[in-house]
């Protein structure tokens, strides 16, 4: 089902569109994270992302609830724009030889797919709230709290370190 879909006759439909689109992410962070824990080099930067790790898996657990709470089913549709960002990652990872280069470029590829989050959940919010669903956006805004915090450590953590190493 594209964005644009035949099947979205409303404001809820999107909303339930969008919430099955960062399901579908969500899940898809999941199966990227254990190959970057296995990558990175820095131990900050592994135990950040193995943070986010249990995070995420909170969120899925988040998500399901505010399926339940909508009454609609938990499943996924396909979001082209996670699997494009982890894709993108996965290509310069494997390109890239320089343990501290290859931070610097996993940092930044963890940074945009919690941006991509980000949109998604506060778009989310939003929608839930003007659908006078204050109970499911309160559960998103956890969600959204947290990826952006992951954020802001990621780029304190790359201002701080890895960038610098990377540049060396």
């Known amino acids: 089902m594209g964005l644009f879909s035949k099947d979205?006759?409303?404001?809820?439909?999107?909303?339930?569109?969008?919430?099955?689109?960062?399901?579908?992410?969500?899940k898809r962070i999941l199966k990227a994270l254990p190959t970057m824990i296995e990558k990175a080099q820095n131990s900050t930067l592994r135990q950040a992302f193995q943070s986010h790790l249990g995070e995420t898996e909170g969120h899925v657990k988040r998500l399901e609830e505010v399926f339940r709470m909508h009454g609609v089913e938990a499943k996924t549709v396909k979001?082209?724009?996670?699997?494009?960002?982890?894709?993108?990652?996965?290509?310069?990872?494997?390109?890239?030889?320089?343990?501290?280069?290859?931070?610097?470029?996993l940092a930044a590829a963890a940074q945009a797919v919690e941006h991509y989050e980000i949109t998604r959940?506060?778009?989310?919010?939003?929608?839930?709230?003007?659908?006078g669903r204050n109970d499911c956006a309160s559960v998103l805004q956890r969600n959204l709290e947290e990826e952006k915090a992951a954020d802001a450590k990621l780029t304190s953590l790359a201002e701080a370190r890895l960038n610098m190493r990377a540049a060396e």
């Open 79 to 105: 979001c082209q724009a996670i699997d494009g960002i982890i894709e993108e990652a996965e290509d310069v990872a494997s390109e890239v030889a320089d343990p501290e280069v290859l931070d610097a470029a």
């Open 8 to 26: 979205i006759h409303s404001m809820d439909d999107l909303f339930v569109h969008t919430l099955r689109d960062i399901y579908y992410a969500e």
């Open 121 to 131: 959940y506060g778009t989310l919010i939003a929608w839930a709230k003007q659908l």
